[in-house]
Nanobody, 123 residues
Framework: HVQLVESGGASVQAGESLSLSCTTSGYNYTGTGYCMGWYRQAPEKMAENVAVIDRNGRIKYGDSVKGRFTVSRDSATNTLYLQMNSLKHEDAAIYYC???WGCGSWHAADFGYRGLGTQVTVS
């Protein structure tokens, strides 16, 4: 089955940058066909869509991260990335990588496969 493993979470100062990665494996079909994305969840808050990228490179960002975050994917290695710049206190959350066969609602929190998450703290 599909497995996703996030990495790169850390504690940073407001205004700094951070890069997250998500390695994937176990696809029944080529991983390039999958829609992939990031969502985040802070304590006592609902899951928030961060970014979604489809197999053709089309991207949707959450409103709160537009202009600061950049999502990308390496189809050769089925790796998903999230470059986060100008981090704010409100960006602190657990960040989850997710994948789905088809983007559907374009909300990563709705995708069928997800990792265990990586913690981002902004002080």
């Amino acid at each position: 089955h599909v497995q996703l493993v996030e990495s790169g979470g850390a504690s940073v100062q407001a205004g700094e940058s951070l890069s997250l990665s998500c390695t994937t494996s176990g696809y029944n079909y080529t991983g390039t066909g999958y829609c992939m994305g990031w969502y985040r969840q802070a304590p006592e808050k609902m899951a928030e869509n961060v970014a979604v990228i489809d197999r053709n490179g089309r991207i949707k960002y959450g409103d709160s991260v537009k202009g600061r975050f950049t999502v990308s994917r390496d189809s050769a290695t089925n790796t998903l990335y999230l470059q986060m710049n100008s981090l704010k206190h409100e960006d602190a959350a657990i960040y989850y990588c997710a994948a789905n066969w088809g983007c559907g609602s374009w909300h990563a929190a709705d995708f069928g496969y997800r990792g265990l998450g990586t913690q981002v703290t902004v002080s």
